[in-house]
């Protein structure tokens, strides 16, 4: 019995003591794993202070910097590749190391990881910002403020006497050439102290041309027959005249305003060319059928008004623009009616100076012997090469006055209009011929500029 009350006791005794032992092992392991946390927490409170207070400057100088040539090579995807190893490295770490102490020590280092690579990623960023010149996004110092801010400037009053200054790059544009006009050549504006010159009677001409025709026509004609226009000048002062003429010239409206035009009445056994000669007008009376539109000049009936021109008409020859310029009126009155192109003779042929129209020269579907090959084209020749319209002239100067031979003509060939190909002789398009043939009579005037 003794010994059967004695036994319990003694293992009593002992296992108040296991107990014990065991539970002051866990109370020590959680006071270590406590302070191990504890200064796990500060030194990650430091780090991020450390992070969130340090500029990229001086992050970037914990870690090597990179050049150049690197910052250019390092791809997103190169970049994504680098992350994926780490990120491995660091999960095979956790996954060899099972106890508590492997596991704090590899803690810190993860922690110590994270600071670096934060270092490093702060330090890319800003030199990848200082590569591209751009300011950072993160912080910035008062000079980098005071560079990346534009200055304020006040612009300087305007001088209402001051010149315009000329665009730097007009000297380094070379101008093209076509036939005499210079290729997007524009004309110089006209001060107010101009005018009445050519240049200021063509601006002037210009703004009226829509609305006061004949005024317009008057100082367009002016300008033009001045000889003084640029080349591009003279080719929209050609082509403002045109216009106008088609208004004021070739259409029945007349315009009790322009002194170059009169109204007749149709009397009773009149026709068309016994009109023209009665008034002496000097053209031929196609041309009053043309400006008149009449369809059928044997129908004319009595009381018919028609538009009749004064007179006298003369032509000007303009061998650097290629143009022949039909005008009405004689001396500062002289208006041009229309301009026309015209084609001249090859290697300069085409002699210069005053002429007249020969008297009884004027043909209608002429018969023409080339003078050099002497070939012979009947007058309803398709291949004659002078075309329906001929026109002789003879010099009134004493350096032209030998001269015979030389004409104005129609043509077949379209495309020498504009350019140097005739035999000396100035040629038309087949429509334009025989506006110039109907305005000329025997002895009027016509002038070849060069």
Excluded at 238 to 249: F, K, N, T
Aim: hydrophobic share 35%; net charge neutral.
């Amino acid at each position: 019995m003794a010994l059967a009350s004695q036994s319990p006791r003694s293992t009593r005794q002992f296992q108040p003591s296991q107990r014990f032992g065991t539970q002051f092992i866990l109370l020590g392991a959680a006071a270590v794993a406590s302070l191990g946390a504890g200064w796990w927490l500060m030194r990650a409170d430091a780090g991020s202070t450390k992070i969130a207070s340090a500029s990229p400057a001086a992050l970037a100088s914990s870690v090597p910097a990179a050049g150049e040539a690197n910052l250019t090579m390092r791809t997103p995807t190169s970049l994504d590749a680098e992350q994926s190893s780490g990120s491995a490295h660091s999960n095979n770490n956790a996954s060899s190391n099972n106890s508590s102490s492997n596991n704090s020590s590899n803690s810190g280092s993860s922690l110590d990881n994270i600071v670096a690579e934060a270092g490093r990623e702060a330090a890319r960023a800003s030199s990848e910002v200082n590569a591209s010149g751009a300011s950072s996004p993160v912080v910035a110092t008062a000079a980098e403020v005071t560079q990346s801010t534009p200055a304020t400037t006040t612009p300087p009053a305007s001088n209402p006497n001051a010149a315009p200054e000329a665009p730097a790059n007009d000297a380094q544009q070379a101008p093209k050439k076509s036939n005499g006009i210079t290729q997007g050549e524009r004309p110089a504006a006209t001060p107010a102290a101009n005018a009445g010159s050519p240049a200021g009677n063509l601006a002037q001409g210009l703004s009226l041309a829509a609305s006061e025709p004949v005024k317009a026509r008057a100082m367009l004609s002016s300008a033009l027959l001045s000889g003084e226009l640029s080349p591009l000048d003279a080719k929209r002062c050609s082509d403002a005249l045109v216009e106008i003429g088609r208004v004021l010239a070739f259409t029945p409206v007349y315009n009790a305003n322009d002194p170059m035009f009169f109204q007749y009445t149709v009397q009773s056994g009149d026709s068309l060319e016994k009109i023209v000669r009665r008034h002496k007008i000097g053209c031929d009376w196609r041309l009053v059928q043309r400006i008149n539109n009449i369809k059928k000049p044997e129908a004319i009936r009595v009381g018919q008004r028609l538009k009749l021109p004064k007179g006298p008409f003369s032509a000007v020859v303009s061998k650097r623009d290629y143009r022949v310029d039909i005008c009405v009126g004689a001396g500062n009155e002289r208006v041009v009616l229309t301009s026309l192109p015209c084609g001249l003779g090859s290697a300069n042929g085409t002699p210069t100076g005053n002429f007249k129209v020969r008297v009884g020269s004027k043909l209608l579907n002429p018969e023409w012997t080339h003078p050099v090959t002497g070939e012979h084209f009947a007058g309803d020749d398709p291949k004659n090469p002078i075309g329906e319209h001929w026109l002789g002239l003879e010099g009134t100067d004493t350096t032209n006055a030998q001269l015979a031979g030389y004409g104005i003509h129609g043509t077949i060939d379209v495309d020498s209009i504009g350019q140097d190909r005739s035999l000396g002789c100035v040629r038309l398009l087949a429509e334009d011929v025989a506006v110039v043939w109907e305005c000329l009579g025997d002895g009027a005037v016509v002038e070849i500029r060069p």
